[in-house]
């Protein structure tokens, strides 16, 4: 009775091509915008999660913020959290930051988990120029653990020192593509130098080192070739010499591969709560890469499930366009129940008859909604260069989705038809 029910329900869709083609309509563009969102917002996740996750699993960033308003100073931190930061808009003191002081008593206190502290300082934006040739650059401060922190592939010469930070270098370690564009002639550029143009200064840096710069490709397409800006990172202590503050609002702890991250991240923020002990108004805040990845991810699930949500009204827009067609389908066959009814037909049959037409119907609604979706998720995907994820529960669920609203839908109508009295259903005209 099923497979004969089925074949009669394609039979209908096969007589009324067009008819069927507008009532699913609703159902595929209700199942393409779910299937779309849910992709992209599982290809973004999937992305920020691949960035986060390069930048190092085991750094603990820890940075100043100012304190609840409901903080009492010396109240365990875990507790004070829940209070939210104050948005008082107000500026540190030079004795509220980090002081070069407390990171070396960090590194003295925990010299078993912890394999350096990254520091850095943003110079702000600037631009290689030599006659015609220019590149853009963001000058980053750097200490040599900097790199330790985050991953750079070096392609050419050394990177930052120790040394080259407690002399204050004019050294510099640039991308290559900045040494393409400012050394043609396809010399090594270690060792040459290079003439910075800042807002209100030019300064001469020595090429120390080469990197390979990883271009996003959505600043690819945001920004012109010529316009796009690489970073040149220098010695933190020569990006920051003509500034009065030299303390710094956050640092980078780099945890020993053995250390446990999270129990670091818990020892760092006690550790710290001790030092601001007795600072009312500032505090400092220790995270690491798990927490804000969590914090992220369950942000980005959040806002997909509720677009979701919104484009899933649709659905009940395509529902209500196959409870009306069937209902149109149960007047067009009035005879034919009435018909099948005098021969022998149930109520259940004429019922599951009209179910299953409505069923069919929203499946291959679905089907083709879930194909479109998947093509144009894909198709986003690969514009902003992400990586595509799809996920079985998602297709799985809109196709249990879409043929639950066919039923549902179609209930109302098979209702009607089953209870049609077949005397009245074969005089009808």
Same mark, same amino acid.
């Given at each position: ?45 999937? @992305? ?25 100073? *010396? ?9 939210? #930061?104050?948005? *008082? ?63 750079? @592939? ?31 002639? *396809? ?151 009435? @018909? ?44 902003? *260069? ?15 989705? #879409? ?27």
């Amino acid at each position: 009775m099923i497979i004969e029910n089925v074949q009669l329900a394609f039979s209908s869709l096969k007589s009324n091509k067009m008819r069927a083609l507008l009532t699913m309509l609703g159902i595929i563009i209700g199942i393409m915008s779910i299937i779309t969102i849910v992709v992209i917002g599982d290809a973004m996740t999937a @992305t920020v999660s691949d960035n986060l996750s390069s930048l190092g699993a085991s750094n603990v960033t820890v940075s100043v913020q100012e304190r609840s308003a409901r903080q009492i100073p *010396g109240m365990p931190m875990n507790f004070a959290q829940f209070g939210g #930061s104050s948005r *008082g808009g107000k500026t540190p003191e030079s004795s509220d930051l980090i002081s070069e002081k407390m990171i070396e008593g960090l590194k003295i206190n925990f010299p078993n988990d912890i394999a350096g502290v990254s520091l850095s300082h943003s110079g702000g934006s600037a631009r290689a120029q030599d006659g015609e040739r220019y590149a853009n650059v963001s000058i980053t401060g750097t200490n040599a653990d900097y790199f330790l922190a985050n991953g750079l @592939t070096l392609v050419a010469g050394r990177l930052t020192s120790d040394a080259d930070v407690g002399e204050k270098a004019k050294t510099a370690v640039v991308s290559d593509r900045l040494a393409g564009r400012m050394f043609p002639d *396809g010399a090594d550029p270690v060792g040459r130098q290079i003439k910075i143009y800042k807002s209100n200064a030019i300064e001469l840096y020595t090429v120390i080192g080469v990197y390979e710069y990883e271009q996003s490709p959505i600043m690819g397409r945001l920004v012109s070739e010529d316009e796009i800006s690489t970073a040149m990172y220098v010695p933190v202590s020569t990006a920051k010499q003509d500034l009065l503050e030299k303390n710094f609002n956050s640092i980078t702890v780099i945890g020993s591969p053995e250390t446990d991250v999270q129990k670091l991240t818990k020892t760092l923020q006690d550790y710290f709560d001790t030092l601001y002990f007795v600072n009312g108004t500032w505090r400092a805040n220790v995270s690491n890469m798990a927490t804000m990845l969590d914090t992220i991810t369950e942000t980005l699930n959040t806002i997909s499930l509720a677009i979701a949500f919104i484009a899933g009204i649709s659905l009940v827009v395509g529902g209500i366009g196959v409870m009306n067609i069937m209902l149109v389908s149960v007047t067009e066959r009035t005879r034919e129940i009435g @018909t099948r009814k005098a021969l022998g037909a149930k109520n259940f049959h004429i019922r599951f008859q009209f179910v299953t037409e409505a069923l069919i119907i929203a499946l291959v609604g679905g089907i083709i909604g879930m194909a479109l979706g998947v093509l144009l998720g894909w198709a986003v995907a690969t514009v902003f *260069g992400v990586k595509m994820v799809v996920s079985p529960f998602v297709i799985f669920g809109s196709m249990l989705f #879409s043929m639950a609203i066919g039923v549902f839908f179609g209930l109302y109508p098979a209702n009607r038809a089953a209870k049609l009295d077949p005397i009245e259903a074969l005089r009808y005209e």
